[in-house]
Each structure stands twice: as C-alpha cells, then as structure tokens.
C-alpha cells in the first residue's frame, strides 16, 4: 500500500465512515470484504488490511506483507 495525491481512471473511489481510500481496479477482487484499519504496536504505527482469506494482516509499520 502506498500513498498518493491523485486518482486516475484506473482507480475506485472507497468513502467509509469519512475516510476516503483509492484502489487500481485491478485490486479490487483482491480487497472484497476487507477490513483496513490503523493500528500502533510497540514499533509504531500503520495500516492493517484484513481479508477473508488471510489469517494476518499486512502493510504494518515495519514493512510487513501479506502471505
């Protein structure tokens, strides 16, 4: 997951409780049901993405990926 400025034609619009997140089209299968949220552990902070077919998370803090 990365952070960007703009939305190109590629790109969903997501708006959740006032939070606003971007995702290719591409993706978008890959993310279906999913839980993102914001989470602080002792080495900092980041975004946690949960899926239905994933028992972890991914994209923590310290450069965690998803398996």
Request: net charge negative.
């Amino acid at each position: 997951m990365t952070l960007d400025e703009s939305k190109t034609e590629e790109d969903i619009l997501d708006v959740q409780y006032g939070v606003s997140m971007i995702t290719d089209k591409k993706l978008t299968s890959y993310l279906e049901g999913a839980t993102v949220d914001f989470v602080e552990s002792k080495h900092g902070g980041g975004f946690e993405i949960r899926t239905q077919n994933s028992g972890g998370g991914c994209g923590d803090s310290c450069g965690g990926s998803c398996s």
